[in-house]
């Protein structure tokens, strides 16, 4: 099968900057979100719909990087 309706946007997350690339396998949407500096994905989300799949990545996003610790780099 292929992914079809691919969308990639960036987006300001909880203070910190993700990307989150969006498709569609057969009927399942499927959504990742990424750090946009390291690259790391950490939220992943499936649904019947394009909005239902991001909600549900966007809602475990938020909630990771609420726990996120940010350290100061001034010396």
Same mark, same amino acid.
């Given at each position: 099968?292929? %992914?079809?309706?691919?969308?990639? +946007?960036?987006?300001?997350?909880? =203070? ?7 498709? !569609? ?9 990424? %750090?946009?500096?390291?690259?790391? +994905?950490?939220?992943?989300?499936? =649904? ?7 909600? !549900? ?19």
């Amino acid at each position: 099968m292929r %992914s079809e309706e691919y969308s990639r +946007r960036e987006q300001l997350v909880a =203070g910190w900057m993700v990307s989150i690339e969006t498709y !569609r396998v057969g009927d399942v949407y499927h959504c990742t979100i990424s %750090s946009v500096d390291p690259g790391a +994905r950490f939220a992943r989300a499936d =649904g019947s719909t394009n909005t239902e799949a991001e909600s !549900r990545a966007l809602a475990k996003a938020e909630r990771y990087l609420a726990q996120t610790r940010r350290f100061s780099t001034a010396r």
